[in-house]
């Protein structure tokens, strides 16, 4: 059975303690490589490493890092096809789209931040003839990167990327349950000539190798992504220690529908917006509320459309979904469906596991799966379900709607679809989320403040916000 290693100062290196933990092929139920079951030891020498790398690579000309960034960006096209199978191999996900967004989307990510990097620039501020401010912002030092299972390297680079070009070192976590893209990147990461200890990764649980970077007092900047539990456990650990913190967690984001919205692109796009990567993406439109003329009409366009989706084996081109992460979150999304019929609510479709045939028969696969008869204020409809389940609601007016919409204690993204542009500002004015998307979704400028309000997190990701929290700003003010 294949042993991935953390990557540590440069090299490829087991677990101090040699214990290793499963990893599993969702698609078919089964162990197919261990991952090292690493611990504060290895954390340390991780910590040890990018600290011993700081001096040189924050002085190393921007330009050069870029370079190297770029070279990293670049590797990760030319093993495209590489790359892509072994994300859809690790998640679930369909091949086609490892291929199409999240193995692309990372070597974006790299180039992105290498390019932006470039045109970062500070103030000055001037007092007359008195005095002159300039605005210094400087790297920090050792940067904790810990990331999820729904799109493992597209998110693992969404925060390396930015923390590296801006000239910090970095200790990584990718999760458990998806490490094995990292752990190719680490290999081109040698290949690519980044100097050693600039990047670390350390594989392992959460609540070991995690918690280890959140608590490491060497680590003063902790960028997170993954469920709102655990980045409130992570704030209960970085706060007290006045760490720099970035907390992108879990949303439950309203897909708002009005009778006037161009009828084909809405039910078009929310079949991507509900069902997309298995639901597993915390930008999903999970509650839809359709105004009341139009409700039953496309009520019934959705059910149609989403029984002709194709739930199967994710190396199949004709797949729409694979299989869900893992079988502890099957059973966490099918308790839902339970949960919703308990509520009131009608299954209109789906709401079952899914048994493949063949080598896929002991694979974790949910059908696609729509309920609607629920409150707007029932669990269901108020608690992240992050799986291929969304409900259906119909609304009134916009102050209904906006009630609805804005009732859970998440605010991450909402999506309106309308052709009344005055609507849509007045909408998107009043919608409490940190990103709206109007007659679209999804659709991303990485130079865009990522990120979300209330449960959903603290900070924003995106262009240069990234930069301003990967570094420390330093006003210096000289007298004239
Ligand atoms: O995330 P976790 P999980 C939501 C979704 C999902 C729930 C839990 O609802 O069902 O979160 O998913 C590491 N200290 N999202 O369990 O636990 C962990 O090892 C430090 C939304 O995957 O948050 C992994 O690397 N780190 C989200 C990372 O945190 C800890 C995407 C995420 O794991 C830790 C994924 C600890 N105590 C899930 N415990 C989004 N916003 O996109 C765990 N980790």
């Known amino acids: 059975m294949e042993k991935i290693k953390n990557y540590i100062n440069g090299e490829l290196v087991e677990p101090v303690g040699k214990e290793y933990i499963d990893n599993f092929n969702p698609s078919i139920g089964a162990v197919y490589s261990l991952i090292p079951d690493s611990d504060e030891q290895d954390v340390d020498l991780a910590t040890k490493a990018a600290q011993a790398a700081f001096p040189a690579w924050s002085k190393t000309p921007k330009e050069k890092r870029a370079r190297i960034l770029q070279k990293l960006a670049s590797l990760i096209e030319n093993n495209l096809d590489r790359f892509a199978e072994a994300e859809s191999r690790d998640n679930g996900k369909p091949l086609s789209l490892a291929k199409r967004v999240d193995i692309p989307r990372a070597a974006a990510n790299f180039n992105f931040y290498a390019t932006g990097v470039l045109h970062y620039a500070s103030e000055a501020h001037q007092m007359e003839d008195t005095a002159i401010n300039y605005t210094t912002r400087e790297p920090i030092g050792v940067c904790g990167c810990i990331s999820p299972w729904n799109l493992p390297l597209y998110l693992f680079s969404w925060k390396i990327a930015p923390a590296l070009a801006i000239g910090n070192t970095v200790v990584a976590k990718p999760s458990e349950v998806t490490p094995y893209t990292a752990y190719l990147l680490s290999e081109l990461c040698i ?98 509320f359709v105004q009341r003329g139009i409700y039953e009409k496309f009520r019934d366009a959705f059910v149609a459309k989403t029984k002709k989706l194709t739930v199967g084996n994710p190396f199949d081109e004709g797949t729409n979904l694979g299989a869900v992460v893992s079988q502890p979150h099957m059973e966490k999304v099918l308790s839902y469906v339970t949960l919703a019929q308990e509520e009131g609510g009608t299954v209109l479709t789906g709401g079952h596991q899914v048994k493949l045939e063949g080598e896929q028969e002991n694979g974790w696969y949910i059908a696609p799966t729509i309920i609607e008869g629920l409150a707007f204020d029932c669990r269901t409809n108020q608690e992240e379900i992050f799986g291929p389940v969304v409900t259906i609601m119909p609304f009134d007016t916009i102050e209904e709607v906006l009630a609805m919409a804005n009732s859970t204690k998440y605010g991450l993204a909402s999506t309106v679809w309308t052709q009344d542009i005055t609507k849509a500002h007045n909408v998107a004015a009043q919608l409490h989320s940190g990103i709206v998307w109007v007659n679209t979704w999804l659709l991303r400028d990485l130079r865009t403040p990522f990120g979300g309000v209330k449960a959903s997190g603290v900070g924003r990701e995106g262009g240069f916000n990234a930069f301003e929290f990967f570094t420390e700003p330093k006003n210096v003010c000289i007298k004239l």
Request: hydrophobic share 40%; net charge positive.
């Open 191 to 288: 290949e690519a000539g980044l100097p050693k200890g600039v990047l670390n990764i350390v594989h392992g649980l959460g609540h070991k190798v995690g918690a280890a970077i959140t608590k490491h007092t060497d680590i003063p900047v902790i960028s997170f992504t993954g469920g709102t539990v655990t980045g409130a456990e992570i704030a209960r650990t970085a706060g007290p220690m006045f760490k720099k913190l970035s907390l992108e967690l879990g949303g439950k984001n309203p897909n708002i529908i009005f009778d006037d919205c161009d009828f084909e692109k809405a039910l078009g796009t929310t079949m991507h917006s509900s069902f997309a990567n298995q639901g597993q993406i915390c930008l999903c439109g999970s509650r839809i």
